[in-house]
């Protein structure tokens, strides 16, 4: 049996006034991995979709959207703003921003998969109010350089990634 995952982007104009001309639509930038599960077992998919300010993701499985359980809210949170990427000057600090819509438990940093050193005096963790975060890393150099993630946790887990790239 072949089970296909299949995923489209497409701005949403649902309920708000005429986009703004600036507005892009979206474009994926991370695409799904590939992955082998037994049948019945959980399986996580994710992408990385940037351009457009909003828009709706339909997963489609075996052609057909996989849509939530009837009155079932959704329990992971969701990003309203995301991390961006950045190109630096070696010497130079960056920050990543992030906001989610509701009130995660909590929201954490990863650098290449890895958890970020919270107590390293390089990295400084804001957070304001209980929806937006902030994460900056001062006097980058080579070492810097990597896949940072914006992982909100609540009672199930989302991710966004920004890479930094030191020219």
């Keep these: 049996m072949h089970n296909f995952f299949l995923f489209t982007a497409m701005k949403s104009n649902i309920g708000r006034k005429k986009s703004k001309s600036g507005d892009r ?80 438990l909590k929201v954490t940093w990863l650098k290449d998969g890895k958890p970020v050193d919270e107590t390293s005096s390089k990295y400084q963790f804001v957070q304001d109010g209980k929806k937006k975060f902030k994460f900056e890393i001062t006097n980058c150099n080579s070492l810097d350089v990597g896949q940072y993630t914006a992982k909100a946790v609540g009672a199930n887990v989302i991710s966004n990634v920004c890479w930094i790239e030191i020219v």
């Design 25 to 104: 639509p979206p474009k994926i930038v991370s695409h799904l991995n590939s992955d082998f599960v037994k049948d019945g077992e959980p399986v996580t998919l994710s992408c990385r979709i940037i351009g457009a300010e909003k828009f709706d993701v339909i997963w489609l499985h075996n052609n057909k959207e996989i849509k939530p359980i009837p009155n079932e809210e959704p329990k992971s949170p969701v990003f309203k703003t995301f991390p961006q990427s950045a190109t630096l000057q070696e010497g130079e600090s960056v920050s990543f921003n992030c906001e989610t819509e509701k009130v995660p």
